[in-house]
Each structure stands twice: as C-alpha cells, then as structure tokens.
C-alpha cells in the first residue's frame, strides 16, 4: 500500500522500510528456533522407546523472565513509531472539507460530492493523481471502508464522522470491501473506485449533473408513471425531479454505472428484472421490498429505470 502513496515523508517511508526488514529478523528468529527445539525434541528429550521416561528439563526463571521482558519493549518499541506513523500518515485539518462524503447503508455505499452537489451510489470516481479527502460515516451499523491499493482501513461509525486521504496514482478500477460485519449480505457489500483524469472526472461530474431523461416510449412512460405509483420515490431520488427520498440508492444516471446493489451485480435489464421481480431472491435480507410486479410493470419499470442515463 505505501508505494502506490508518495505524499507520504521520507521519513513514514524510511520507517515502514525498516519495520519490513525488523520483522523479517524476528521472523527469521522465531523459526530458526523452532528448528532448533524441534531437533533438541527428537534427539534429547523425546523416549526412546515406550517404556523409556522423556527427559524433563529443568525450568529457566531468569530465561523466561528476560524473554517477556525484551518481547514487551520490541512491542512498545514498534508500536510507539507505528502511532507516529498513524499520525503523519492521517494529518486531518482542524476544519476538514472532504471532497467526498461516503455513507455506509446497509448493504450499499452512498457518495456525495459537497464541491459539485454530485450525489452517487456505489460507484465511486476520483481524479487521479490527487489526494482525496474523504468523510466517511454511517446511516445504520458499523462498517468499515477499505480499498488496498488506495488508503488503509477506517470504520465508519453511526453518529460519528472519520476522515482519511485517499489516493490513486494512476487511473483505472480499484477495488475494495466493507471489512467490518454488518450483517447478512456483509460478504456482497463491495466497492468499486475509479480513478479518472482530470479531463475525465471533470467530464464525468458534468455528466451527472445533467437532467436525466423524462420521456420516452410509451413504454418508458409507462414506467415512470408506476414509478411514482408503486412508491418507489419514497426511497430513491433521481436529481432534477421532485424524487428526493434518501433512505434507498440514489438512482439518477442509474444506468450510466456498470454494476449495482454494493457492486454486485452488472447493471443490465436482465439483472435488473430479476432484482425487481424478487429482491429477496437476489439479495437476500436486502430493505427493498418485493411489490409483487406483473410481467408488464416488470417490463415498464425495466424501461424506465435502465434509461436513467
């Protein structure tokens, strides 16, 4: 992870290079060790033969004692310059201003963009290159926000607001996971950031600002129609329109993103029916309720929804 990050000092770098090459000289101890008595084991003290006493060996107090001892003060040792590391790593201002709000849901991620007003799910863009400064917090359990490749590891707490820096060096798809439980559908709880130039995330926030499209077939219509009427706005808001719940994913250029439901899913009218048709058959435990749609309202919500581009 340190490498792929290079705001970081020297001196972060200089240590954590160290703390490589320490725990390889302790591991390279503690198995050199183990050899050792696993030897002494079978040549002194292991019976002969089964009617033969092993050997007992005389107990070391001075030995034990030196040993709990020097184990303690690496510990202190190695966990004093690892918080100091912590700090320099995470220096937060006192009045922070993310560039991104990220909300952990149950089971689904939620991104705001407090400089463009852009509000997403699930697929997460930043521009490559540039420290991103992230709030993270979460609207029902604990959850914990990791992405390998670009930052460490932070929970995200109900009531509570924790901050990281995240970067991309170069563009492309990062992926990462929720690493707190958070209950049933934990392990579909994924994420997926990409990393755009700075032509390309410029572009593509202006690409979500613009209205989403209002009419269409008779079909889409259709759908529009019962997506008011099957109270699908009571959760889901779509930007520009007078839909602006915020319990559900916010689905304004829903079908603009490549995958769904925490990353799950590819976003394509196939997965999208079948997500409709019976969410719990899809994701089981998942808040969307199963509204018990017709073949013909499956087929006009479909139209509707994977248009939203």
Not at 180 to 199: K, L, N, S
Not at 241 to 267: M, Q
Request: hydrophobic share 40%; charged share 20%; with cysteine.
């Amino acid at each position: 992870m340190i490498a792929v990050l290079p705001f970081y000092s020297t001196q972060v770098l200089e240590y954590t290079n160290f703390l490589y090459w320490s725990f390889a000289v302790v591991a390279a101890i503690i198995l050199g060790l183990v050899i050792f008595f696993t030897y002494r084991y079978t040549t002194k003290y292991k019976a002969k033969s089964p009617k033969d006493k092993p050997q007992n060996g005389s107990l070391n107090h001075k030995f034990e004692a030196f040993a709990l001892i020097t184990s303690f003060l690496i510990t202190v040792f190695f966990m004093f310059f690892t918080v100091q590391s912590m700090k320099e790593i995470q220096t937060i201002p006192d009045d922070p201003k993310p560039d991104i709000i990220i909300t952990g849901h149950q089971w689904w991620w939620e991104a705001e963009y407090p400089n463009s007003k852009v509000i997403t799910s699930n697929e997460v863009h930043i521009p490559a290159g540039k420290k991103v400064l992230l709030a993270l917090n979460s609207a029902d359990v604990i959850h914990s926000w990791w992405v390998p490749e670009l930052g460490r590891k932070i929970d995200m707490i109900p009531g509570m607001t924790n901050y990281m820096w995240m970067y991309a060096e170069k563009p492309g798809e990062y992926l990462g996971t929720c690493s707190e439980f958070c209950g049933m559908q934990h392990a579909r709880m994924r994420i997926r950031v990409i990393a755009d130039d700075e032509a390309n995330f410029k572009k593509w926030q202006e690409e979500q600002l613009e209205p989403v499209i209002t009419e269409g077939s008779a079909l889409f219509e259709k759908g529009r129609n019962l997506f008011e009427q099957k109270t699908c706005t009571n959760c889901h808001a779509i930007n520009g329109t007078s839909y602006n719940e915020n319990i559900g994913p916010n689905l304004t250029h829903f079908a603009s993103r490549k995958r769904f439901l925490g990353d799950f899913k590819e976003v394509n009218t196939t997965n999208l029916r079948a997500w409709l048709h019976d969410p719990q058959k899809v994701k089981e435990g998942a808040k969307m309720p199963n509204f018990i749609l017709s073949d013909q309202e499956l087929n006009a919500l479909v139209e509707y929804i994977i248009h939203l581009k």
